[in-house]
């Protein structure tokens, strides 16, 4: 007798093998039988015919770890059958911490996450952060060690180089981490913090992960240039000895994409290596990526009066001068006051015309009036040039996703699965769907160290995603980013139904989804 069985299906298992039609008897949290289970008595039987049965998506760099626990189904990424969140990204998140770091990194990361001081429930530990989601999500989540937070809690917000004890200090929270299941370090070397790390310190931090076989995943200096940003994170592979892995890759013209492609099959013979990307050309970050970094050198809680300095401010006007901006290809995606909210989904140069001040002056000013938290989104191009960076066999997925309700956020929370199984098979012939889906599954899994995740085999857990083939589709757009997928019509957690017909599951006790640990 089994629990479940899905009748009537096609069934591509996430290797990138040739589909075939079977049924799928599910037991408890696992799959237990693939074959003709029409004579095979179950509790309940759903319909799949003309479907496709795939395992559940893995989003691998995304930015829910604050809306998990505030929506425990979160169904901007459900919708689109992302089964499992791989939390902790770009080298921020809200562990680890301690009382006199954790107001900090609540409001640095305010415009990512939207997680408010009365919200926190005391976690301090990567392991007592991680545990707040078990069983009380309707998705999977892992982590990494997020090195800002560690970097932070050794030697603060400010610029300086490390010292042998703080080094020490750093190891021994990496080690903690891993021990608490996280798959690997997370760096955003643009970011706080971790801008001040060097090649020498992040080697000696990847020497611990190395030891559990753990990954570097990491966004690079790109304001250096994505190329020896890469050669950096390959550097440090290298010389720690652990696996690499570079987040949303993209380059801005065709040469680049040439070069990173070239790259990318001559690094993969040096270490083992993976990147990888949404399915949009365009992207999204807070507006404050572009102070100088001595802004922060108090902590985020201090860097409203840092603005206040008048060196700051000039530091601000120069780093725009040699960072130019296309303010009319940048949209304010997002703010959290009231006052500003009209100008959300509006470009930035409409914002610096519409108050009339010089444009260093104008986002200086905003980012005062709301606390350092804007979002934007900025076009960097037609779509057609991520597509060769999509297709490379090295290339996994990752949303990228920011939410926020009332936004107009980037499309990719709400389109990126969809779109990848969807058009960029259809339409585009990027790859074949067996391909597509292995690049949101098992790939993924592999990656990251899901045990049992990624596959549609016997014993394998039962984190599923049925779709039509022919209709799933993406509907979120710029201007309307608040738009669920078509075609995906089924999605389960270990054994348990999520989303049905679009619609959400009630869950009257624990919910499905579980805190994944990293096995490799």
Known sequence: MYDLILHGGTVIDGTGSDRFAADLGITADRITSIGDLADAQANRRIDVAGRVVAPGFIDVHNHSDGWLLKRPHFLPKTSQGFTTEVLMLDGISYAPVRPDTVRQW?????????????????????????????????????????????????????KQWVDDLQMRMICAEVHKGMQDGAVGISTGLDYIVQCYATTDELVEACKVIAEYDGVYTTHVRYKKGILDGIREAVEIGKRSGCRVHISHVKGRDEETVEALLKMFDEVSGEVEFSYECYPYQPGSTMLNYLLPYEAWDDGPLGAMSRLEDSTVRAHFRQALEAYP?????????????????????RTLDH????????????????LIEERLAPLIVFNEGEDQMIEPLLQHELCVIGSDGIYHDGGTVHPRVYGTAPR?????????????????????????????????????????????????????????????????????????????????????????????????????
């Open 106 to 158: 609540l409001f640095y990361l305010r415009g990512l996450n939207a997680l408010r001081l009365e919200e926190y429930r005391g976690w301090e530990s990567i392991g007592e952060f991680l545990a707040e989601f078990d069983r009380a999500t309707a998705q999977n989540v892992a982590g990494h060690v997020p090195y800002a937070n560690v970097r932070s809690l050794a030697c603060g917000f400010g």
């Open 325 to 345: 901006l296309n303010l009319d290809r940048m949209t304010l995606a997002w703010v959290p006051g009231k006052d500003n909210t009209e100008f959300q989904g």
């Open 351 to 366: 914002y610096v015309d519409a108050i009339g001040l010089p444009v260093e002056e104008a986002l200086y000013s905003l």
């Open 420 to 520: 990848i199984i969807g058009p960029c098979v259809r339409d585009r012939k990027l790859f074949s769907l067996e391909d597509a889906v292995a690049k949101l599954t098992a790939k993924s899994a592999d990656a990251y160290g899901l045990k049992d995740r990624g596959r549609v085999v016997e014993s394998a857990f039962a984190d599923l995603v049925v779709f039509d083939p022919e209709t799933v589709t993406d509907r979120a757009t710029y201007e309307d980013p608040h738009q669920r997928a078509e075609g995906i019509d089924l999605v389960l957690v270990n054994g348990e139904v999520i989303l049905e017909a679009g619609e959400p599951a009630t869950f009257d006790g624990p919910m499905p989804g579980r805190t994944l640990r990293y096995e490799r």
